[in-house]
């Protein structure tokens, strides 16, 4: 068994490099459908024993309450700043404990049980940190390890190879993993379009509860399904489709959508 970590923002202020096309309101309703995809795939992974969201936001207990998870409050920790804050909760979590523990984002739409499954698999194979990638190889969208080989957090820019090689100078193993699943977390422009043309390859449009035809075999009717009821044949899906159209730098042939690249480390890339 594991446990999970999920440090969410305040969705009010979440997701504001997307404020060129979307509403506060609008921008505030993507953060919050991408972070119950994410917990969705959480509560019900058979291998997670215990899953904490780490957030001040005033919805973090209703979604504590709708997932059955636990809800601690930032202020609680007695720290600020993201690094901090994950260092806190990370070392109350494995104290209490001796199984790894998973550190990831509440921005990964396309998460699926299958991405969760391979990243604990690796973990307790490699005995070290593990880390899951964006698409670009450059920042760190999770990170899994125990006891032995809790990380230094370094989110922010670059933060996949500064989390490999600080883990390399405690002499703790490290690997890569790059997932499409782990890979696509939402921030910029560019990513917004990767994710409505991977919800149109994947889904049909969903009315109510209701899915109009079966998703792709293998594919499970929860990934992303939040999201895809908010975007997917949508009239905002729509909009934003159209203004990322006319947005210089941000049509299909500028979007870095093929494997970063390879780490010291070592990178899996798997589909």
Known sequence: MAQALVPLKDLVEAKSRLAGLLSPSERRALAQAMVEDVLAVLAQHAELSRVVLLSDDPCAGLLANQYAIESWPERSLGCSGLNALVSCASQRLLAASDEPLLVLHGDL???????????????RSLGGLVIGCDRAGSGTNLLAF???????????PESCLHHAASAAEQGQPVQVLQRPGLALDIDEPADLQVLL??????????????ILSAPPAGASLDVARHTAALLSGTVLGSRIGLALATLDGAGKNDIQTGPGPDLQTGTIETS
Request: charged content about 15%; cysteine-free; aromatic content about 8%.
């Open 146 to 156: 125990d006891t032995r080989s809790a990380p230094v957090f370094q989110f922010g």
């Open 109 to 123: 739409p396309l998460i699926g049980p299958e991405d969760i499954t391979a990243v604990l698999s690796l973990q």
């Open 197 to 210: 043309d991977t919800l149109g390859q994947q889904f049909s449009p969903l009315v109510g509860d209701v």
